[in-house]
T-cell receptor, first 113, second 114 residues
Framework: QQQVKQSPQSLIVQKGGISIINCAYE??????FPWYQQFPGKGPALLIA?????SEKKEGRFTISFNKSAKQFSLHIMDSQPGDSATYFC????????????FGEGTQLTVNP | DGGITQSPKYLFRKEGQNVTLSCEQN?????MYWYRQDPGQGLRLIYY???????QKGDIAEGYSVSREKKESFPLTVTSAQKNPTAFYLC?????????????FGPGTRLLVL
């Protein structure tokens, strides 16, 4: 099974701080890298996604940084808020018509007020 | 109102019993997926289907079965062969090959063993 390794497992940040979650992969056939946000008792929801032809994508306070040569990508949450407290999953999908996602283990983010 | 519905929200299974989890979508998506989520762990793929009347095993298919008779529906049966079924089960759907290729998730069903 091709894996996506995610770290840290848990993260505590003060309000207004920057939250950074990292993921690494081995499969060079991966060509789509989404991040999902999950609140307790709910299904995950797409937060932001990137393809390997760009090194960074920003949407509001959320930024994905992508390093193709290192096979790593990360999620940065600027000005973290208590409402951002959730579990975050990175994922990766193979190209060439593949549809299944491989998920990281998840990061539980707590933003203290 | 488009989306994915899962029912029931909570399901209790007795020893030796088969139970079926429902997943319905009205997003007109071709592909549907079932994931299992255990506390503190990521999502593990059980089964997926890219088209009606066809499905493939995921990474942890043992003890589970599915059917895909209609585009909108992808029920999951947890059989008595699944010895540790207590988990949060998530259904998702997507349009394979779409530019965004987002998987949309349902609200989940929590299965508990009596």
């Amino acid at each position: 099974q091709q894996q996506v390794k995610q770290s840290p497992q848990s993260l505590i940040v003060q309000k207004g701080g920057i939250s950074i979650i990292n993921c690494a992969y081995e499969n060079t056939a991966f060509d789509y890298f989404p991040w999902y946000q999950q609140f307790p008792g709910k299904g995950p929801a797409l937060l932001i996604a990137i393809r390997p032809d760009v090194s960074e994508k920003k949407e509001g306070r959320f930024t994905i940084s992508f390093n193709k040569s290192a096979k790593q990508f990360s999620l940065h949450i600027m000005d973290s808020q208590p409402g951002d407290s959730a579990t975050y999953f990175c994922a990766a999908k193979e190209g060439f018509g593949g549809s299944r996602l491989t998920f990281g283990e998840g990061t539980q983010l707590t933003v203290n007020p | 109102d488009g989306g994915i519905t899962q029912s029931p929200k909570y399901l209790f299974r007795k020893e030796g019993q088969n139970v079926t989890l429902s997943c319905e979508q009205n997003l007109n998506h071709d592909a549907m997926y079932w994931y299992r989520q255990d506390p503190g762990q990521g999502l593990r793929l059980i089964y997926y289907s890219q088209i009606v009347n066809d499905f493939q095993k995921g990474d942890i298919a043992e003890g589970y079965s599915v059917s895909r008779e209609k585009k909108e529906s992808f029920p999951l049966t947890v059989t008595s062969a699944q010895k540790n079924p207590t988990a949060f089960y998530l259904c998702a759907s997507s349009t394979p090959g779409a530019v965004q290729e987002t998987q949309y998730f349902g609200p989940g069903t929590r299965l508990l063993v009596l």
